[in-house]
């Protein structure tokens, strides 16, 4: 609703700011003024109560004001050119991969140099891991962050990355970056003076002075860490304190009931946008907000907060994507697209990490019907929303997806889950995966899977078995589970060192900063000289690589795999093949799955289902034309083999 005190505050903040707004700034003071009332409405539901509320509203006005009048010409530019686009980042043509700098190339500085590789395989967007200042000892992998604003050393200087943010944006490439919303690290500014025993700072984190409070929370919170940091609180010696760590004990929960946090860090925000990143990566948000006798997590103010923040960057520094890492039960990760008058106004992107898990669910089972079953949420995506859609990460597979889920396909949840921590883990008679359980909790039985996409598809065992026919098979399993994830729609996230089958690197076990977390079995420290057997035909790395460079190609040749809530499943003519549509401006593709080890059979009747039958189908995948056949004959899929098939109609 339009407020006039608020628009002439506006039109005050903007003239002392400088702006002129009938002029070149029109456009920001437009959006600033379409959105002032719904960003005083969320500020105050989060804030109102608060004594200092009021006054750090003015703050965030000037906050937002600045952030626009300090973004370079150029990133104004390339946000013009995005609107114009309208929802640039659903397309097609974007795919990105996951990387840490050190462990890809060194620095950031040598970064620039491997973009050539990067491009020749499809890849044109880069989430690099979190690389800014982090205590080498207690870092999680830099999500304990001690400066939002200096890069750690080991990987170069702010103004490396500046550079490297010019260098993509000339070839029209894109940077995504993570901020670590949640937590910061125990030597972050703040952190050190709250350990001090200034109140001002320790009110910006949980603090106790006894365990009363924190038993309350330990009692209905769940461990997120349990091996390596049992419970949700640390005591702080120094000022005789507990403070909230739900994650490591060197990661403090940040207080955003406390306004002045949730000011500083949308700071931070801001400086990040204004660095050139296309898509933000909020890590952890489920976990915002705290309250009593609940899990902690997914709870409604931790949506506002999110909203708040997209409202704000939205008016400041439109073209900056939001991704919210929000890795939960299925029916919570929807909810971070937004729901009612927010849909679609909260987070562009989300993980599929349902799908993900459900992907290897489907492996180890050779049956696909639990993948089936979850599907009526995941279709539920707002349109103008996309996926992250990826087979691994650098963290763990947890199977999120509900018993209930596992129940309506067939399966009893308890037995499915333990045979599937069997199956990664090797142990499971036939299984040729070599996985490991992440923070198992004996108490609860959860479990969660560690070990890259080659040893967990098999390729390990065979390379040390030397048989030949275990390696293909190894690499079949690779490939289909490479292409669920760039065909189904999203935007496709591939891991770096995955693009070329590495397998598990065990030397975690031995250095201090990572022996407790075996996620970094999967976090390959890259051999320049292995990634050159790319280049030499019939080498695994060649032949896993030109595969992955083929299907990004594909999907970039169509413009219906961009993510225009344009997929549907096919009806299940076999419990061993996923199978999907993806339709555009008349256009169709089946995309076909097998997960099982042996042939499979489907029946012609499929393309005959959606509209006018198909008459002769072209496989993208092979090159092949297939004649579509009788009702009653049927068309075979081979053993962990996928198939693209365009509908065609003539003959
Ligand atoms: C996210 C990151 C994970 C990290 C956690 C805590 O889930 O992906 O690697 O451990 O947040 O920051």
Known sequence: MYRHTLHEHLNDLCTRGGLSIAGPDNGFYARFLANSSDLEDLYLELYSGHPEGRRLFE????????????????????????????????????AGMSLYVDRYCGSLHELPGKLDHLEDLGINLLHLMPIFESPEEASDGGYAVSDFRKVNLRFGSVDDLKNLQAILQQKDMYLMLDIVLNHTSDRHDWAKRARKGESYYQDHYYFFPDRNVPDAFDATMPEIFPESSPGNFTWIPECEQWVMTVFHNYQWDLNYRNPAVFIGMLDNIFYYANLGVDVLRIDAPAFLWKQLG???QNLPEAHSILRLIKLCTSIATPGMALLGEAIVAPQEIMKYFGTGTYTARECDFAYNATQMALQWDALASGDTRIMLAAQHELMQKPFGTSWITYTRCHDDIGLGYSDQTIAQAGFDPREHRLFLQRYFTGVQEGSPAMGALFSANPRTGDARISGSLASLCGLEQAISSGQARAIDTAIARILMMQAHSI??????????GDELGYVNDYSWKDDPSKHYDNRWMHRPLIDWEKNARVHQADTIEARIYSANRKM??????HEL????????????????????????NGKKIYCLFNYSATDKFITWYIFKEHGPAAVRLHDHWTGRDLLVGRDDEYLVIPPYGFMILDHKVEK
Request: with cysteine.
């Open 561 to 584: 795999f961009a993510d225009l809530k344009n997929m549907s499943w096919l009806t299940p003519h076999n419990i061993h093949v996923a199978g999907f549509l993806r339709q555009w």
């Open 294 to 296: 609940t899990t902690c």
């Open 59 to 94: 703050d965030l006005m000037e906050m937002i004001i600045d952030a626009y009048r300090s973004r370079p010409s150029e990133m104004r530019s390339r946000d013009s050119w995005k609107e114009k686009k309208g929802n640039w980042f659903l397309s097609n043509q974007l």
């Open 552 to 557: 990004l190609s594909i999907r970039r040749d």
């Open 487 to 496: 065909f189904i729609g999203g935007m496709p996230m591939l891991f770096y």
